[in-house]
């Protein structure tokens, strides 16, 4: 009785080897990739934000992200607010309201931070560039070229100006990027702004050109590399069908200065800033997203603010966050990338 129960056992086993074998181990689960392209790739997304409040201001309408000087993630809304977040896990710690100088609201869109903590936040509306204090008070205001102003002083469309904003050169030089086209320039190619510091001041500094992959994609943001290069955000929105979201590696470094140019054109004597796709967002997994409005890829949304978080041998740690509008069919997503330059 007990061979035959051994040998029962061992065909038993055997048998259920040879089924394992022919089929895989049914617990085994093929690995879930990370990778958006050969060098970018999404460490996961967050949600933990959508829809929240915090000391009675909405979390939300989300613009610019920054890394502040205590380690601590500022995160810009577009409705005169500014959030400093838990860098780790996103939970707010304080926010400041923004105001102009005769105490009305910002459209702010673009954050910079110095080394002293002052904030540079621009806002659409005329546009400007403001520098303020840690408690948000106005401590002064960069001049704007005309050209760049919203018609009729200038040639900018309202609503589309002064989008991104990051510090270069040490934060010797400040960048600004123009949403989309002047009146007069070709659509598509849009104007990046710098200002060098002189005697403790930002001045009018070089200007260039950046061509976008399509007229109705904008840049909400640029975030500089330490080697002078950028991180350049372009975003479109097509309505039944999503946003369209696209990251590159720009170099402004050989570009023409364009202050001089009054129309660009794509005539042959302006080098535009050269650039690279990195990757198109709507090729990173889902990881498990979803979206409430139609989109290419449930991940997406109005991706308008990034911040580099870390920079180790040519690899970058890159955080998104998307502006929900204050809208029930949009979501504040962070979204962590790494990527490879």
Not at 4 to 16: M, P
Not at 166 to 180: D, F, H, I, P, Q
Not at 290 to 295: D, F, G, L, M, W
Request: aromatic share 6%; glycine share 8%.
């Amino acid at each position: 009785m007990q061979l035959r129960t051994v040998l029962a056992t061992t065909t038993a086993a055997l048998a259920a080897a040879a089924c394992l074998a022919a089929t895989g181990p049914a617990q085994a689960a093929a690995p879930v990739s990370h990778a958006c392209s050969p060098s970018v790739s999404l460490d996961r997304f967050s949600d933990a934000l959508d829809k929240t409040t915090y000391d009675g201001t909405f979390v939300g309408n989300l613009s610019a992200l920054a890394v502040d000087g205590d380690g601590s993630l500022a995160a810009l809304s577009d409705r005169s607010s500014l959030f400093s977040l838990d860098a780790k896990t996103l939970a707010p710690k304080a926010v400041v309201p923004l105001a102009d100088e005769k105490g009305a609201g910002l459209d702010s869109e673009g954050l910079a931070i110095e080394g002293d903590g002052t904030r540079l936040i621009t806002s659409e509306t005329e546009p400007s560039i403001r520098r303020y204090s840690t408690d948000g008070r106005i401590l002064d205001r960069l001049p704007v070229p005309a050209s760049l102003q919203v018609a009729p002083a200038g040639r900018a469309t309202s609503n589309q100006t002064f989008e991104g904003l990051t510090l270069m050169n040490g934060g010797r030089t400040l960048l600004a990027s123009m949403e989309y086209a002047l009146s007069g320039d070709t659509a598509g190619i849009v104007r990046f702004q710098t200002w060098r510091r002189h005697h403790g001041r930002f001045e009018h500094a070089a200007q260039y050109a950046y061509r976008t992959d399509a007229a109705f994609l904008g840049v909400p943001e640029v975030q500089a590399l330490p080697d002078g290069r950028l991180l350049v955000l372009e975003r479109g929105f097509t309505s039944g069908v999503g946003n369209t979201v696209r990251l590159y590696l720009a170099d402004p470094r050989h570009a023409t200065d364009t202050s001089g140019v009054e129309n660009l054109t794509g005539q042959s004597g302006v080098r535009l800033i050269k650039k690279t796709l990195l990757t198109d967002i709507a090729s990173c997994p889902t990881l498990g997203a979803t979206a409430k409005q139609p989109q290419p890829n449930p991940l997406l949304d109005n991706i308008e603010g990034m911040a580099v978080t870390g920079v180790s041998k040519g690899r970058i740690e890159v955080l998104l966050v998307s502006d929900d509008n204050q809208n029930a069919a949009q979501t504040t997503r962070f979204y962590y990338l790494r990527v490879r330059v």
